[in-house]
C-alpha cells in the first residue's frame, strides 16, 4: 500500500529542524523569553508530528488494513494547526489564533489514539 505519510512526516521533520535552527539563531536576539518558549512549543510538537505520521507510514506498510488513512489525516492536519497557529503567536499574531490552537491538540491525541488502537488489533489478530 503507497501513502504519503512516511514522505510527509520526513518532510515535517525536515521543516522542524529548520524552524529550531531559525529560533536559535535568528530569532533569539528578536523575541522575548515567553515568545522564544512559544516558539520552542511548535517546533517540538513539529517533531511529535513528523516521528507520528513517519511511524504511520511505516504501520500501513506493515498493516495495510489499518485505519491508517484517518491516523495520518488527523497527525498530519493536528500538526499544522497547532504547529502553525503557536508559530504564529510566538512572532506576534492575532490572540483569536490561541483559540484554534486546541483543535490541533484534539487532533494529534486522536491521531495517537488510533494508532494505539491499531497497534492493539493487529497484536491480538497475530
Known amino acids: 500500500m503507497r501513502t504519503p505519510w512516511f ?10 529542524v ?23 512549543t511548535a517546533v517540538r510538537y513539529l517533531f511529535v ?30 500538526t499544522v494547526i497547532f504547529g502553525v497557529t503557536v508559530a504564529a503567536l510566538a512572532l506576534g499574531g492575532p490572540r483569536w489564533l490561541g483559540a484554534v490552537t486546541p483543535a490541533g491538540g484534539l487532533l494529534l491525541i486522536g491521531g495517537f489514539v488510533a494508532m494505539a488502537a491499531a497497534g492493539f488489533r493487529r497484536g491480538r489478530s497475530s
Open 7 to 16: 514522505s510527509l512526516g520526513s518532510a515535517l521533520l525536515a521543516v522542524a
Open 18 to 40: 529548520a524552524a529550531g535552527a531559525l529560533g536559535a539563531h535568528l530569532l533569539r536576539g528578536l523575541l522575548d523569553a515567553s515568545s522564544l518558549a512559544l516558539w520552542e
Open 49 to 78: 508530528g513528523g516521528f507520528g505520521l513517519v511511524a504511520t507510514g511505516l504501520g500501513a506498510h506493515v498493516a495495510p488494513e489499518g485505519p491508517w488513512r484517518y491516523v495520518g489525516v488527523a497527525l498530519a492536519s493536528g
